[in-house]
């Protein structure tokens, strides 16, 4: 993956962190089940800092 393809995963997966947080506030608010959302938000953080490390390793 080139240095372009990595920036634009992880707007994406930004976009993606940002939507299910606000899933995961209404959620809350209406007393939902948020174990999923939760878990979704950890491994798409997990990904975008594996993604942030990749970028500093890459060269262009």
Same mark, same amino acid.
């Given at each position: 993956?080139?240095?372009?393809?990595?920036?634009?995963?992880?707007?994406?997966?930004?976009?993606?962190?940002?939507?299910?947080?606000?899933?995961?506030?209404?959620?809350?608010?209406?007393?939902?089940?948020? $174990?999923?959302?939760?878990?979704?938000?950890?491994?798409?953080?997990?990904?975008?800092?594996?993604?942030?490390?990749?970028?500093?390793?890459?060269? $262009?």
């Amino acid at each position: 993956m080139n240095r372009k393809e990595i920036e634009a995963e992880i707007e994406d997966l930004k976009a993606d962190y940002a939507r299910l947080s606000a899933d995961l506030e209404k959620l809350v608010y209406v007393g939902g089940r948020t $174990e999923h959302n939760e878990d979704e938000l950890e491994r798409l953080a997990e990904q975008i800092a594996g993604l942030r490390k990749q970028l500093q390793h890459t060269k $262009e």
